[in-house]
């Protein structure tokens, strides 16, 4: 029959209203050419195109004039078109589509022509025909007939593609050598890197010096902050301290765990034969590796020296070790080399590309602190000792000392001046130390500077106090360039019981010093410690020491306790002790003129301080002048008997030090030698020998042989403890240190007091050490025990 075709320009709404230019019958054929297209929205840039005219059937119903039908056509376009089914019905279904953007052909279907036009459209009802997914087609017949007698019987000729091709990978999966993984993953082997914050950042820019920007996973960091060493991010390295900066590639993958042998060893990446690994360092393709062209291990070098090393390939392997070549991995390295590294931030990244795809790793990224100026200490000075309070000063003998309040109210300033101390960056925390440290309790540390935020910080006691560089202030230009002050004020810490005299002071005893000694030094990263003067501070006078004395039976001289004055009317109560303040060099009693105790030493006054002198630059001040002291001196003190020592006759002083004991006739006794003389009293009776009266326990009770040649006999004294029998010059036999006596009466009452006075001549050479009194029997055995022999290593 003859055909009647029709001509319609314009969309596919225009062609379904057809009709109203006449009707259409059956069996004719509409051909649509022109600029026809889909409308999916209300501008043109929503309509999909047809790639060729559309040819539809005519009416399928009687007497209709709306419903067509597509004969075979393709239609293209980017994405998928969305038509509503309430405006088309199912004209549009069978209709082929070609999405441009992933190359996969759909076929048009309709899913709910009854649904409003908002709710119900073409999208996601269209059918995926090839180019993926599980609706690509079926599997078609069995070769044999049945699908039955395989492993998926379940499988039919209507079963979908993916199906059994998803089932077949899985198989494949559990029988075959896993392939290694894609290439994803670098680390840094750098060990040179260490955690500190930048002088520079968005806030603080240096000339030259690229500040750290947000990359990857890694994030940007501002002057002031850290810049850490861990994970991806490497720290902050000097530049040249190792000319390259290396890694691994997938350094964080394990051989496979395929026993005996791995399907892979550590750190494989996979399509190790195919395409080429570039590494690309601060956005910039520095190096290329060729993976395709040879299967032997290589390195790839870059123009500016950084490089990509691989293994030769490998195939994966089967547990029993055959070899599957399907899946080939490497293993490989890379290195930044130092001509492709800035000053300022750096990173790496390797990407291996494919002909169809590429895989990128993770970033790795550093800083380089280029800076090669010099880090110097312009200043290094003290000034005078600042008091909140001195405290009460100590006196001993009329020498005044520090003590312990000295200590809790003392600073000693120090400050110190450095250049380059932020170029271009500082520790985090730490970096600069008072260190060395000796007698001292705490110290506090104030950093200034024009680019700096003032900063007070405050240490310890140990051997070394840790403080943080200050921040920078970003709002002073070039903040990093500044100068810093640093001042310390340091509270000294001398142990208890302990004696100091300057280091000038030079004299045959009490030599003691605690030096306060400390040094403050500063850190930059990377460069040399700078370190200032080693602070020595010896010019004070310091006393602590704490006296062991008893009063029934020993004396230290560390204090004068139970010193007295000569006073034979008040010897032995409260009212003739000694007044530690007075001047030696001028007091005097009924013409008695007093020896000095300094440090733990009864000497002359001449031989304490510096030859009498006790003037020292830190103080204290104001002190007697003891340099033109003359005569005779004496040291008189008391020891009371307690209830335990009441009735003993006999007895022995026993005595420390460096010194001759003689007879009160003694002609040894004479200026300028250490010869010593000794008088004792008792105070309690009417005791013929020793009431009231000083007497010489040598000439008057003696036991034992006695001196009977006292002008040319002396009993030697020294340091040692034990009764040791020594051969004087006169030939007989005496103890060292003991002169032994006896009370002639009918022996100690409880509580009775002895009074002992040692008498030097003028310039006396020697020094005692300590006095003991021993009650009981005072033989000339060895074995004896000695009051010093069991107390001296106290003290």
Not at 15 to 42: D, F, M, Q
Not at 318 to 342: A, C, K, W
Not at 428 to 455: E, K, N, Y
């Amino acid at each position: 029959m003859s055909q009647i075709i029709q001509h319609r320009r314009g969309s596919l709404a225009n062609i379904k209203t057809l009709n109203a230019s006449g009707p259409i019958h059956r069996g004719e054929i509409l051909v649509a050419t022109g600029s026809l297209y889909i409308s999916s929205g209300s501008i043109d840039s929503d309509n999909y195109h047809l790639s060729a005219s559309i040819f539809f059937g005519g009416s399928l119903t009687t007497g209709g004039s709306s419903d067509y039908r597509p004969i075979t056509q393709v239609i293209s376009g980017s994405g998928l078109p969305s038509m509503t089914t309430q405006d088309y019905g199912r004209t549009l279904d069978g209709i082929l589509w070609i999405n441009t953007e992933d190359n996969k052909l759909y076929r048009l279907v309709a899913t709910d022509v009854a649904a409003a036009s908002t709710t119900a459209d073409y999208t996601g009802s269209h059918q995926l025909l090839s180019g993926g997914g599980s609706e690509g087609g079926t599997i078609g017949p069995a070769e044999d007939g049945s699908y039955a007698d395989g492993l998926f019987t379940d499988f039919t000729e209507n079963t979908l593609i993916g199906t059994p091709v998803d089932r077949f990978n899985e198989v494949l999966k559990a029988l075959a050598p896993s392939p290694a993984p894609n290439l994803d993953n670098i680390d840094a082997d750098e060990t040179d890197g260490v955690a500190g914050d930048l002088s520079f950042g968005a806030s603080n820019t240096i000339s030259g010096v690229t500040n750290v920007t947000a990359v990857g996973d890694l994030a940007a960091v501002d002057v002031n902050a850290a810049f850490a060493e861990s994970g991806d991010r490497r720290g902050i390295i000097r530049l040249g301290i190792s000319g390259s900066f290396a890694g691994t590639l997938n350094e964080d993958v394990p051989a496979d765990d395929g026993n005996p042998n791995p399907a892979y060893p550590a750190n494989a990446f996979g399509d190790a034969n195919l395409g080429v690994l570039e590494m690309h360092v601060n956005g910039t393709l520095v190096c290329s590796a060729s993976l395709s062209g040879s299967d032997a291990g290589f390195t790839a070098t870059g123009g500016g020296g950084s490089s990509i090393t691989v293994s030769s390939t490998s195939s994966a392997k089967f547990p029993d070790g055959t070899e599957l070549d399907v899946f080939i991995n490497r293993t490989g390295t890379y290195s930044v080399h130092l001509t492709d590294q800035r000053p300022g931030h750096n990173f790496v990244q390797i990407k291996h590309k494919k002909s169809a795809s590429e895989t990128t790793t993770n970033f790795v990224d550093f800083v380089i602190d280029n800076f090669d100026g010099t880090s110097a200490i312009d200043i290094n000075q003290t000034g005078s000792w600042s008091f909140t309070s001195p405290g009460t000063l100590k006196t001993v003998s009329g020498i005044k000392y520090y003590d312990n309040n000295f200590e809790d109210n003392t600073a000693i300033p120090y400050t110190a001046s450095f250049t380059n101390l932020y170029r271009d960056t500082y520790p985090t925390s730490g970096g600069i130390t008072i260190g060395t440290q000796t007698r001292v309790a705490s110290s506090a540390l104030s950093i200034t500077g024009d680019g700096i935020t003032t900063s007070n910080q405050t240490g310890g006691s140990s051997a070394t106090s840790t403080f943080n560089f200050a921040a920078l202030n970003t709002s002073v230009s070039n903040c990093h360039e500044t100068a810093t002050t640093m001042s310390a004020g340091i509270t000294p810490g001398i142990s208890s019981n302990t004696f100091h005299q300057p280091s000038t002071f030079s004299n045959p005893s009490g030599s003691a010093t605690s030096d306060i000694k400390f040094r403050l030094t500063a850190n930059p990263l990377h460069r040399s410690a700078i370190n200032g003067t080693q602070y020595t501070e010896t010019r004070f006078l310091y006393n602590s020491l704490t006296p062991g004395v008893q009063e029934h039976n020993f004396e230290d001289f560390k204090g004068e306790t139970y010193r007295q004055t000569y006073s034979a009317t008040t010897f032995g109560t409260s009212t003739g002790g000694f007044v530690t303040s007075n001047n030696l060099a001028t007091e005097e009693d009924n013409g008695v003129k007093y020896s000095v105790q300094y440090n733990t030493y009864l000497v002359y006054p001449t031989k304490a301080g510096n030859s009498g002198d006790f003037t020292t630059e830190k103080g204290p001040s104001s002190q007697h002048d003891y340099t033109s002291a003359s005569g005779e001196r004496s040291y008189i003190r008391y020891f009371k008997a307690r209830v335990a020592d009441g009735g003993n006759s006999e007895f022995a002083l026993e005595f420390i030090g460096n010194a001759r004991l003689v007879t009160n006739t003694s002609t040894l006794f004479a200026t300028g030698t250490n010869y010593i003389r000794v008088q004792v009293m008792r105070i309690d009776d009417s005791n013929s020998n020793f009431h009231q009266a000083w007497t010489d326990p040598l000439t008057t009770g003696r036991i034992g042989s006695g001196f009977t040649s006292p002008n040319s006999m002396y009993i030697p004294i020294s340091t040692a403890t034990s009764y040791v029998e020594n051969n004087n010059v006169g030939g007989s036999n005496f103890a060292t240190g003991v002169a032994k006596f006896q009370d002639l009466g009918a022996g100690l009452p409880s509580g009775a007091s002895w009074g002992v006075r040692i008498i030097m001549p003028e310039g006396f050479t020697g020094n005692i050490n300590a006095i003991g009194l021993h009650y009981g029997s005072a033989s000339d055995t060895s074995s004896q025990t000695r009051v010093l022999g069991n107390t001296y290593s106290n003290f």
